[in-house]
C-alpha cells in the first residue's frame, strides 16, 4: 500500500478563484437547468474537471486555492453543481443518477473527450462514479475525502430523524441567512480545525455568504438530494464499494488527518480496493487538516495535486 504524510506551511492567498488571469465563466443549459463553469488555462494544456462538495460548498469555495494554483499548467473547468453557485435553479429530485446525466451532458456541451478529475466529498463521488461508468474518458482522479465510501455516518438515526422531520431540511438556511458578517466569519472558521486558518476569511466569508443567500432565495434544502438519498435510519442506503474496483485510472486519495467525516479506514479500504481492478491508487495524508484539507492546507494539498497530475500521460 503506497501511502504517506505530506508536510508544509501556510502560504499567503493566492487570489480566488476568479482572479486567475484570462479565466472565463460559462453559464448555459442542460437537462431543463443552468450550470455554471468556470474555465482558465490554455486550451492546449491537459483538462481537468473539478467538482466541489455538497451543502454550502460551490466552485469558488473549494477551489479558491487550488483552481489559481494549477491553471498555469492545467486547461481547467470547475463545475458548479445544480443548485451550487450560480447553477440555479433546478427543479426535481437531483440524486446520485440524476447529476451523473447532468454530468455527463455538461461535458459533452463543454466538448471534453479525455481529461482528468479533482473531486472534494460529494464531487469526489461523483468522480469516481463518473469514471467506473466512462473509463475511455478519464486519465487520472485526485479524490479527496470522496463519499460514499461507508456503511453508515456517525449519528446516522438522528440524522435520519432530521431529514424526516417537517421544516428541519430548511432551519439552517433560515437561521444563516440572518447572519452578519461576523457571524459569518466564525461560520467559516468553524470549517477549519486546529492548526490551519483561511488564507482570505474576507473573500471566503463573501462566498458562502453568496451560497447561503442563494440556497435562501430559492428555498433549497439544506442538504443534497445526494445525501438524503443515502441517509437510511441505522446504515446508508447505497454506497461506493461495489463501483470504486471498476475504476481503471490511477488515482490520489487525500484525507485530512483530523478529519472526522471520512475515517482512515475507509479511505484504506477504497484505495485497497481501486487496485484491484489493476488500477494504481496512492493514499496521502494531509496533517492539521480535516475534511475541507484543499482550503486548510494549500501549502501541502497543491504540490501533491500537481506532482500527481504532472505524473499521467496524456
Known amino acids: 500500500m503506497s501511502e504517506g504524510t505530506q508536510n508544509g506551511t501556510v502560504p499567503e492567498s493566492i487570489g480566488g478563484l476568479e ?10 443549459e442542460v437537462c431543463g437547468g ?11 494544456d491537459p483538462a481537468v474537471v473539478m467538482l466541489h462538495g455538497a451543502m454550502y460548498d460551490e466552485s469558488r469555495f473549494s477551489f479558491d486555492q487550488l483552481f489559481p494554483y494549477l491553471s498555469s499548467s492545467y486547461h481547467l473547468y470547475a463545475i458548479d453543481t445544480p443548485r451550487h453557485g450560480k447553477s440555479r435553479p433546478w427543479q426535481g429530485f437531483l440524486d446520485r443518477f440524476r447529476l451523473l446525466e447532468i454530468l455527463d451532458e455538461t461535458l459533452a456541451h463543454l466538448e471534453l473527450e479525455r481529461f482528468s478529475m479533482v473531486g472534494l466529498s460529494m464531487g469526489g463521488a461523483l468522480c469516481i462514479d463518473y469514471a467506473a461508468r466512462h473509463p475511455q474518458k ?11 465510501l461507508g456503511e453508515k455516518v456517525d449519528a ?32 467559516l472558521e468553524s470549517l477549519y480545525v486546529k ?11 463573501g462566498i458562502l455568504e453568496d451560497e447561503i443567500k442563494g440556497k435562501f432565495e430559492h428555498a433549497e434544502n439544506d442538504m443534497d438530494d445526494w445525501q438524503l438519498s443515502a441517509i437510511g435510519p441505522l446504515r446508508l442506503k447505497w454506497n461506493l464499494l461495489d463501483t470504486i474496483p471498476l475504476i481503471q485510472c490511477p488515482t490520489l486519495w487525500l484525507r485530512g488527518a483530523e478529519s ?20 494504481e491508487a496512492t493514499l496521502l495524508l494531509i496533517e492539521n487538516a480535516g475534511h ?9 494539498a497543491n504540490p501533491a495535486v500537481k506532482q500527481f497530475l504532472d505524473s499521467q500521460s496524456y
Open 156 to 187: 446516522e438515526l438522528l440524522t435520519w430523524l432530521y431529514i424526516k422531520t417537517p421544516g428541519l431540511l430548511r432551519y439552517l438556511n433560515k437561521r444563516y441567512s440572518k447572519n452578519d458578517r461576523a457571524k459569518n466569519l466564525k461560520l
Open 292 to 300: 475541507m484539507l484543499p482550503l486548510e492546507q494549500p501549502a501541502k
Open 34 to 44: 443552468p450550470i455554471s463553469v468556470y474555465e482558465a488555462g490554455d486550451a492546449g
Open 260 to 279: 472526522v467525516l471520512v475515517k482512515q479506514h475507509e479511505m484504506e479500504r477504497a484505495a485497497k480496493l481501486a487496485r484491484t481492478g489493476g488500477a
Open 19 to 28: 482572479s486567475v488571469p484570462e479565466g472565463r465563466h460559462h453559464l448555459f
Open 195 to 205: 492548526g490551519s486558518k483561511p488564507v482570505d476569511p474576507a473573500r471566503l466569508a
Open 138 to 148: 478519464v486519465v487520472s482522479m485526485v479524490l479527496f475525502e470522496p463519499g460514499g
